[in-house]
């Protein structure tokens, strides 16, 4: 019984060494978070207080209120528009490519397939200065072709992703529907795309997330503040990138910061249960 009391006991401190390790990160990685919540329901006087309150008493919700008219709802509404426009883009052309590149044949293929996930070694800063210059030169500077169809054709990703899943397909359903006399065009409507469910929901995800949280791009493709998306309106909030203006109190601040991720953190948990509820009914293995 020795020997099998020993293993036991190593196999339980392993775990504890393992819920410890996951304890200790969620604790750094949620502490930020809750840092930013109790910051933005504190008054003026509780924000510079010794030593920090976690519960604010008394706290406030009118700090969201003047975050919220800080912000506007033309910067909301702009961030959405970028975000369903390139979260939709990206999803389609990267879903078609992806087919294309995985069960079509056609020549330079895979040249072209070099060529497209190439792009993922390259930072967008890299091309963002050169993407600019052509944005002005066609006329789409300060306009919304300029702040959102360069961000669409940016597909690298998405062609990426898809095009692994798809190879995952068997051949044979392919066949099979070419032989049933759907053309290629039909066969990715009518049986690859319905499977594809958990990778678009993957991809929404990260997708999403990159284009609402896009700062760069927007700061350089628009000047009118009536085109201003989210992340602009933060940066001018604290003063980042507007020498004339001055920060906002600390607790508007925070209030904006958790403002602006409330979309995300709804498109997540909606997404989230969506994947595994894909991943659940889609049956495919690789």
Do not use: C
């Not at 020993?6 to 410890?20: C, D, E, P, Q, T």
């Not at 409507?189 to 469910?197: F, I, N, V, W």
């Amino acid at each position: 019984m020795e020997p099998l009391r020993m293993r036991m006991l190593v196999k339980h401190r392993g775990r504890i060494a393992v819920y410890l390790v996951l304890t200790i990160g969620s604790v750094v990685m949620i502490a930020p978070f809750l840092f930013n919540l109790s910051k933005s329901l504190q008054t003026a006087p509780q924000t510079f207080a010794f030593p920090f309150e976690w519960i604010p008493d008394p706290f406030t919700w009118f700090n969201y209120v003047e975050a919220y008219e800080k912000i506007g709802a033309r910067a909301f509404i702009n961030s959405a528009l970028l975000t369903i426009v390139v979260v939709g883009g990206q999803t389609i052309l990267g879903m078609m490519a992806g087919y294309a590149f995985s069960t079509l044949r056609f020549p330079l293929r895979d040249s072209l397939l070099l060529l497209i996930i190439g792009g993922l070694m390259v930072p967008f800063h890299v091309i963002m200065i050169p993407l600019f210059i052509y944005v002005f030169e066609i006329g789409w500077y300060n306009t919304y072709w300029g702040l959102i169809i360069p961000i669409v054709a940016y597909t690298d990703v998405s062609v990426f992703m898809f095009r692994q899943f798809f190879r995952t397909v068997p051949r044979e359903i392919y066949e099979a529907g070419i032989l049933d006399g759907a053309g290629p065009i039909r066969v990715f409507r009518s049986l690859y795309a319905p499977l594809a469910g958990p990778t678009v929901a993957a991809f929404v995800i990260v997708s999403f997330l990159a284009a609402w949280n896009l700062y760069a791009w927007p700061f350089l493709a628009v000047a009118d503040s009536d085109l201003w998306v989210v992340t602009l309106q933060l940066g001018v909030a604290g003063g980042t990138f507007n020498a004339s203006s001055s920060p906002l109190r600390p607790e508007i601040l925070a209030a904006m910061s958790l403002l602006s991720m409330v979309p995300v953190m709804a498109v997540f948990m909606f997404m989230q249960r969506r994947f595994v509820e894909s991943m659940a009914r889609s049956g495919m293995t690789g």
